[in-house]
């Protein structure tokens, strides 16, 4: 049962342009939304991270919009460069990301930039 | 530099084999996660260590099993491995204010 669905798996966009990724998710108790950027080589990295109680949060070109009654989030890289070529993934928490709960992973969108 | 150091980076091993993954946690994380990553099921939570106990167990095969020792590094342990196991694990630790940081994983591959 895959509790965090992430669309699409790849995207190509142009620099300068805007990257958008879907995530859907099941379980209502989930209640910290992080988005992760992997480099080849490398574990994930957080990026940026949202609770229910915003609809979005911006950080320089990464916004997370939130979306509770459709149990959905989104990541939106703006302005988006070669460097931000990477393999982003979703996921989900309860207890609000705490030491105790598990991350659940979408599948991954990997990201290609081009120039 | 993460902070979190996964050991070995590369591993090559035969069916059948037993290998450790070591991982030691960023300075003060008490909480040691281990995740699988792999290209059909993406990264799947094995198991959670919280100051050397035993907190939360995922999707991990009764073959392999974990630890957390008294300086907070944690081991994974896999057993009787199968081509299928090849796959790369990544350990995360969490401390308050930080959230999760991940290591550089180890890159399993069974032949």
């Known amino acids: 049962q895959q509790q965090v669905k992430q669309s699409p798996q790849s995207l190509i966009v142009q620099k300068g342009g805007i990257s958008i990724i879907n995530c859907a998710y099941e379980n209502t108790a989930f209640d910290y939304f992080p988005w992760y950027q992997q480099f080849p080589g490398k574990g994930p990295a957080l990026l940026i991270a949202i609770r229910p109680d915003v609809s979005e949060k911006k950080e320089g070109r990464f916004t997370i919009s939130f979306n509770k009654s459709a149990k959905q989030f989104s990541l939106h890289i703006m302005d988006s460069q070669p460097g931000d070529s990477a393999t982003y993934f979703c996921?989900?928490?309860?207890?609000?990301?705490?030491?105790?709960?598990?991350?659940?992973f979408g599948k991954g969108t990997l990201l290609t930039v081009n120039p | 530099d993460s902070g979190v150091t996964q050991t070995p980076k590369h591993l090559i091993t035969a069916t059948g084999q037993r290998v450790t993954l070591r991982c030691s946690p960023r300075?003060?994380?008490?909480?040691v996660y281990w995740y699988q990553q792999s290209l059909d099921q993406g990264l799947q939570f094995l198991i959670q260590?919280?100051?050397?106990?035993?907190?939360a167990k995922g999707n991990i095969l009764e073959r392999f099993s974990a630890q957390q020792f008294p300086d907070l590094h944690s081991e994974l342990n896999l057993s009787s491995l199968e081509l299928g196991d090849s796959a790369l694990y990544f350990c995360a630790s969490y401390g308050t204010g930080n959230g999760y940081t991940f290591g550089s994983g180890t890159r399993l591959t069974v032949v």
């Open positions: 260590y919280y100051n050397g106990e035993e907190r």
């Open positions: 300075s003060g994380d008490l909480s």
């Open positions: 996921a989900a928490s309860k207890g609000g990301g705490g030491s105790n709960y598990k991350l659940t």
